[in-house]
């Protein structure tokens, strides 16, 4: 790579060029999964009988009418399934008991959806309900009212699983100083208890996949799951394939935002192939997409801080509840959520326990922030508290608590790259925060609030990159990475535009295809850009060094003296030549082998990247100089009514400041700060799951209540800004923006909503019933006293 | 069960053999082979199906084929092409309104019903009339920003001043 | 979902239809509800029959005597933007435009709002302030009825074997009147509603309250007229306390219960703070057109 910190950018990154995928998508030509299957004349469809139960014992299970049925090529149960369990999936079905309601008992596939509906109809299943558990802090207890799966530690071997605490999964410990001593030296002292809803990702493309079994006992698969090498290693270990027979294709994908890093739809899916012996396909419903599909991991949070008058922080205890739901896989250790209590402030001593627990509820794992932003809504309710107990403003609280660059976090890393606290001031002075709001008559009352956040970058696997380089000058990039939308087939043809200096059309992007592009992991983390980006400049500079060797001979000048930009070799002093002189046309006279470049071959340049590893923390007290790779922050600053005869909160205006590093593409960026800020208003004021029983009974657009157009403010009112802190080591300085979006909204809102009634609500969301219940109950208590 | 059924689609006539009881967005997709339409809950929700009918949106996971029986049906394949973008495509693509992209056919066929009925849509008009379309990307800023920019780009062409 | 498909051309064709197949056969009007339920196998009918092609269900007619006549068959959409539906019988207007979204409004039919007898239907509250009357025909001839007596409970209709409903017939309204429909859920007209409040009021020449209509819907098995809050105000002079009071009768009368859309405690509270809204802006709409026409 360059050896300039920051190589300043001169064609196109840095600029918002159009997205490279745009014109497909507007003209209806983008393919999609579901779009192929088209493709595939007699092929199968899947349908799945789901428990109502959110546990139970399946005591009988009688699948023989439904395999009578005509039409009906395969039906399948737990039996049928491989023994073996992965982390990176849910049990494909249910074996012995059914742990939530929802989970899969039975599989069809058939020649129809209506046959496949049919043939479930048929299934005779009998129940034996078993007690369930729903509560995190409940089923955490030595004794719970129900054990979510008895196999659990048996599956995962999980040097964390106790017996005693058997729906525990994971126990992270964080000791940092001495909190005693801490506490002891505080002028005031502020316990609360937060927590935030069952939530889901609600991407518009329900989860889909094809799978056809090949002849020679391979599968093609193609699918909108994420990562198509860690599908194909997941399918090759479940069911036992080789890996080399095993294919796997992505087309683009209808948003994740975390949902599609577990992968529900290709095991059984691959398991129906190969029982069929032909070509299936597996498309959730929307009722499936909230039953049975990833959802967000609620989180309680309990955080008592410790503060001098001053404001100076000088301990800070917390104990955090990560709820998994019924969980084979996605397990949570309490590490990932913690974290966004630690990437901020600078907290000497600090003590906390973050738990990963089981319930019988839908399972949950990744969702834009991994858990971070349930923290980080405890952590910023909890710092405007204390601001207000402590008599200060919430900025000059945070001013002075704040990490810098260049100091320690409580995990010891030394943070090199951090622009939060400028994210916020320019977010309070957009919002005016200082300036009280003006109330109008009626029942709308106005108030501001502000928060601010961080989420750490996982340095997870590495990634690959490849480019063609033609003697027409056009490159094609191949890589592996998602695109779920937030652009990164935009951002690789930037690089590869700006590195060859070349026009943007003459760049072509080639994705995720594990027979034709090389290993990537999956796009999560935020780090896309920074891991993908980073091999495929190194791919880029890789190409373009055999291009200049090729060129010193034919040129007679030394390497160092060569350049390529747009298609020309550049020679110091001489006039250069075109880089399709270069290849030399074929001709029996010609030496075939050598260093030279052959017309229509591609100069192939190949990238590898890998993060700097992290260092195995203590697992006594979690300390280490590396637990993370980098961190993005973020601010956010809204002004907001609530109506305080219905409940409801209308956002009048929203202000979101991002350090994402450099952008590579601001109006990209802008993008995913206001779509962020778009789904975090759905899981501050309406989201969450409704249960009857531990059956969720919103599972709809229209009962689960996700934003429309009507739920934004008016596009004047919402500003983003850019407030980057370039990272040495990233792409031009770029580090990640996806996951860092939503965080620091929720507590802002919650900010804003104390600022307009002066009741401060610590449960997620902020749904009219419970602000308008919270109005209530102050209402009485205020008339209480007046009246003793 | 399956009939014969004519459909006018982009004006041009398809003559399908279907059941009664399949919806238009299924046939549109599975037998005309146009998957520009998308299927996103298949209750009416979403509005990723949207397509216009005699000039008007409708979804097409709600209605069942025999009920499109000789009417005018645009999809967004019948819009634009790559050279001849319609002005919605074009505002699309330059204020970045499309992210992952699984919503925009359906909501620049909503936004063309209604740009088609109000020219002067307000931006209160363009987010009640588009409210039956969701997107879980871009939190719509830049959707209301296209969608003003092509309302604009088609005043300007029929007040050529 | 299978089923064989029928598209009689006349109210007599159709009625045949449905004789013959009795409990078997489901009535497809716009389809917007019925998919769904078709879809979810909520319903598993032998034949659906759509009236999709019988000219006579698409009427739009202001009758002599200054009533109104509306096709079972008129789009949601054709009602909101009707300009016979303007002033007087403006409310019908406001609840067809506040449901769901336009491209359903597009297809949903005002005839298939009350048919699907959803206790949150839109149109409903307002159709029955305005005194609505629904003619029904079937194998025996044709009958009238209130359409507050229409619903026996949600999802149910007196509707008998072979019968279908044909028309609403709206009286000629006073011009000394005014009326509200609010439609009050969480993301406005995309949600079901939570509470719907439609209320009429007519002044005397006095400026008292001469007729009070108060018809609330998603807060009982059907919609329905609450009598005790419309008693009250009758014959008063209209004033703010008075509206308060009625809106808390109103919530007392209501019969709500708890779902996934809201809580019976929230929907009973939202009655009272929405029927004092529309109370409210009704009272200012009746006495602009008691001024405006003497």
């Known amino acids: 790579m360059s050896s300039n910190k920051f190589p300043t950018p001169t064609s196109v990154v840095g600029k918002s060029v159009p997205r490279v995928d745009a014109l497909d998508k507007v003209l209806g030509r983008a393919q999609f999964t579901a779009d192929l299957q088209r493709n595939f004349p007699g092929l199968f469809h899947i349908k799945v009988l789901r428990s109502p139960h959110a546990h139970a014992r399946i005591v009988k299970l009688d699948t023989s009418q439904a395999g009578k049925l005509p ?35 039975a599989a069809v596939a058939a020649e129809s959806p209506e046959i496949a509906q049919e043939a479930i109809e048929l299934i005779q299943v009998e129940y034996e309900k078993l007690p369930a558990v729903f509560d995190a802090e409940e089923a955490m207890q030595p004794n719970p009212p129900a054990i ?21 999964t994971g126990h992270f410990k964080l000791r940092a100083g001495d909190v005693e001593k801490g506490f002891a030296e505080a002028d005031i002292i502020l316990e609360n208890r937060f927590s935030t809803s069952r939530i889901s990702h609600s991407q518009l493309e329900p989860a889909s996949c094809i799978v056809r079994a090949e002849s020679d006992g391979g599968i093609i698969t193609w699918t909108n799951g994420q990562g198509v090498y860690v599908i194909k290693g997941l399918i090759s270990d479940l069911f036992g394939l080789a890996v080399g027979k095993v294919r796997v294709i992505n087309p683009y994908q209808g948003g994740s935002f975390g949902s599609r890093l577990r992968h529900y739809v290709e095991p059984l899916a691959t398991l129906l192939a190969l029982k069929a012996r032909g070509t299936v396909q597996f498309t959730y419903s929307r009722q499936e997409m909230y039953l049975a599909a990833s959802t967000r991991l609620p989180v309680v949070t309990y955080i008592k801080t410790g503060a001098k008058k001053d404001g100076t922080i000088v301990a800070q205890q917390m104990k955090i509840i990560v709820d998994n739901g019924a969980s084979y896989a996605a397990i949570q250790d309490g590490r990932m959520a913690a974290s966004g209590a630690v990437c901020v402030y600078r907290i000497a001593n600090f003590f906390m326990d973050s738990y990963g627990v089981n319930t019988n509820t839908p399972w949950a794992g990744a969702y834009r922030g991994l858990g971070t932003p349930q923290v980080a809504w405890a952590v910023e309710c909890q710092m405007d508290m204390l601001a207000e107990n402590l008599g200060m403003s919430p900025i000059e609280l945070r001013r002075k608590n704040v990490l810098r660059r260049g100091e320690k976090n409580a995990y010891g890393e030394i943070i090199e790259s951090i622009g939060v606290m400028d994210c916020l001031e320019k977010v309070a002075q957009e919002i005016k925060l200082e300036e009280p709001c003006v109330q109008e008559p009626g029942p709308w009352r106005k108030g501001k609030g502000v928060a601010m956040g961080g989420k750490q970058n996982t340095p997870r696997g590495h990634s690959e990159a490849e480019v063609l380089v033609h003697e027409d000058g056009t490159v094609e990039v191949l890589y592996s990475a998602d695109e779920q939308g937030m652009g990164s087939e935009t951002v690789m043809a930037q690089i590869a535009a700006e590195e060859f200096r070349i026009p943007m059309g003459q760049v072509r992007v080639r994705r995720g295809d594990t027979a034709i592009t090389p290993y990537d992991t999956f796009s999560a983390s935020s780090f896309t850009t920074y891991n993908t980006g980073n091999a495929l400049r190194m791919a880029c500079q890789d190409a373009m060094r055999q291009i200049l060797q090729a060129a010193t001979q034919k040129m007679e000048a030394p390497l160092d003296d060569l350049a390529l930009v747009n298609g020309k070799i550049i020679v110091k002093g001489s006039p250069g030549m075109a880089l399709a002189d270069l290849f030399e046309p074929f001709s029996i006279f010609t030496p075939q082998g050598g260093a030279s470049l052959k017309k229509g071959t591609p100069v192939r340049g190949r990238g590898v990247f890998a993060p700097t590893p992290a260092i195995p923390w203590d697992p006594q007290t979690g300390l280490t100089p590396k637990m993370w790779n980098w961190y993005q922050y973020n601010a956010c600053g809204v002004e907001l009514v609530v109506n305080i005869e219905t409940g409801e909160i209308k956002i009048l205006q929203g202000v979101f400041a991002a350090d994402m590093g450099f952008p590579i593409n ?25 249960y009857e029983n531990g059956l969720m009974t919103n599972c709809s ?32 300085g770029a580090k990640g923006i996806g996951e860092g979006t939503m965080i620091a909204v929720a507590p802002a809102i919650a900010n804003a909503v104390y600022n307009a009634i002066g009741i401060r609500i610590k449960d997620l969301p902020l749904s009219a019933e419970r602000v308008l219940r919270r109005i209530k109950e102050k209402e009485k208590n205020d008339q209480d006293f007046l009246h003793n | ?91 699309f693509i330059d204020h970045f309104a499309v992210q992952c992209g699984f919503c925009t056919p359906g909501m620049i066929m909503s936004a063309k019903a209604l740009l088609d009925e109000k020219p002067d849509a307000t931006e209160e008009e363009i987010r009640s009339g588009l409210q039956g379309n969701i997107c879980r990307c871009t939190g719509y800023v830049k959707i209301v920003e296209a969608v003003e920019a092509a309302r604009d780009k088609l005043a300007q062409k029929s007040n050529p001043l | 979902m299978r089923f064989d498909f029928y598209e009689p051309t006349t ?10 197949f009795g409990q078997e056969a489901s009535l497809l009007a716009g389809g917007t509800d019925l998919l769904v339920k078709l879809r979810l196998r909520h319903i598993r009918p032998q034949a659906v029959i759509s009236l999709g092609v019988i000219d006579e269900l698409k009427k739009l007619e202001r009758k002599s005597d200054g009533s109104l006549e509306i096709g079972a068959m008129k789009t949601l959409q054709e009602v909101e933007s009707s300009n016979l539906l303007a002033n007087e019988f403006d409310l019908v207007r406001q609840g067809a435009g506040c449901v769901s979204s336009i491209q359903v409004r597009n297809v949903a039919t005002l005839g298939g709002n009350s048919c699907n007898a959803s206790p949150s239907a839109d149109t409903v509250p307002a159709l029955i302030a305005l005194g609505a009357e629904v003619q029904i025909v079937g194998p025996h001839g044709e009958r009238h009825l209130v359409l507050e007596d229409f619903f026996t409970g949600p999802g149910e209709t007196v509707l008998q074997k072979g019968e279908i409903l044909t028309e609403f017939k709206l009286p000629a309204p006073s011009s000394h009147s005014g009326g509200t429909y609010k439609k009050y859920a969480i993301r406005g007209e995309v949600d079901i509603s939570i509470v719907g409040v439609a209320t009429r009021l007519t002044l005397d020449r006095n400026h008292k309250l001469q007729e009070v209509r108060i018809v609330l819907g998603g807060v009982a098995p059907t919609p329905n007229r609450v009598r005790r809050a419309e008693d009250m105000l009758v014959g008063q002079d209209p004033r703010e306390e008075l509206f308060e009071e009625a809106a808390q009768l109103a919530a007392e009368e209501s019969r709500p219960i708890s779902d996934q859309r809201a809580t019976a405690q929230y929907r009973r509270e939202m009655v009272k703070v929405w029927t004092r809204y529309t109370l409210q802006e009704t009272f200012q709409k009746a006495r602009q057109n008691h001024h405006g026409k003497g």
Not at chain 1, 148 to 161: A, E, I, M, N
């Open chain 2, 1 to 91: 069960m399956k009939q014969r059924k004519e459909l006018n689609v982009n004006g041009k006539i398809y003559e399908v053999f279907v059941e009664p009881w399949r919806t238009l967005l299924e046939v549109l997709r599975e037998e005309l082979h146009l998957t520009g339409a998308k299927m996103g809950c298949d209750d009416g929700n979403c509005g990723a199906c949207t397509v216009v009918i005699d000039g008007k949106a409708i979804k097409g996971c709600l209605m069942l084929v025999p009920q499109a029986k000789g009417k005018k049906i645009l999809t967004i394949e019948g819009l634009g092409s790559g050279e001849n973008l319609h002005p919605l495509q074009q505002a």
């Open chain 1, 701 to 732: 657009y229209g009962d689960y209540r996700i934003p429309t157009f009507r739920e934004m403010p008016l596009r004047r009112n919402v500003k983003a800004i850019f407030s980057p802190d370039p990272l040495p080591e990233g792409p031009w």
């Open chain 3, 11 to 20: 109210i007599g064709e159709c009625i045949e239809m449905l004789t013959h």
């Open chain 1, 666 to 690: 601001p109006k990209m960026c802008e993008g995913q700060i206001e779509g962020g800020f778009g789904m975090a208003i759905g899981a501050s004021i309406m989201e969450e799951y409704i």
């Open chain 1, 71 to 105: 039409g009906v090529r395969a039906v399948v149960t737990g039996k049928d399934c491989p023994e073996k369990v992965s982390f990176r999936a849910p049990r494909i079905l249910a074996l012995e008991e059914v742990i939530w309601a929802g989970e899969g008992v």
């Open chain 1, 148 to 168: 979510v799966d008895r196999l659990l530690g048996q599956y995962r071997g999980s040097p964390q699983f106790t017996p005693e605490a058997p729906n525990v």
